[in-house]
């Protein structure tokens, strides 16, 4: 995976929304694959377009690593770019992280339809609820 730092680079030398989208579609194919048997109802992200799920653990540095998939390319290129920014943090951190902000800042929110927009919220609230 990407670096923050990466990422925003990559979305930022993209000329237009078209190829911001075309990049999130990519970034969705770098996620791990995620374990069917992780694909419970608990783990699932409930208010997003498509299905979504999420898991996280808590490694021995009181950092998280999330992992996650979804149904949808889009969605689950937006849920890499959280995983990016939210991995090897500690809760403090992330429920510091002023998610739309970055996300605003790598130019996506703009364009994306209210329903993915409430969908993005839902994933943020319940990355941001670790402890």
């Not at 680079?9 to 237009?16: D, M, R």
């Not at 911001?20 to 419970?40: E, G, M, W």
Request: aromatic letters at 6%; glycine letters at 4%.
């Amino acid at each position: 995976m990407l670096s923050q730092q990466s990422l925003t680079e990559l979305l930022l030398k993209q000329q237009n929304w078209q190829d911001r989208y075309r990049q999130i579609i990519v970034l969705s194919k770098q996620l791990p694959d995620f374990p069917t048997d992780l694909k419970t109802d608990n783990n699932q992200v409930n208010g997003c377009e498509n299905r979504v799920w999420l898991t996280f653990q808590k490694q021995a540095d009181d950092t998280f690593v999330f992992q996650g998939d979804s149904e949808g390319r889009i969605v689950k290129g937006l849920l890499a770019i959280l995983l990016i920014i939210a991995n090897h943090k500690t809760a403090k951190q992330i429920q510091a992280i002023d998610f739309q902000f970055e996300l605003s800042k790598l130019k996506i929110t703009d364009e994306l339809s209210q329903s993915r927009l409430k969908g993005l919220d839902k994933l943020i609230e319940r990355i941001q609820s670790v402890n």
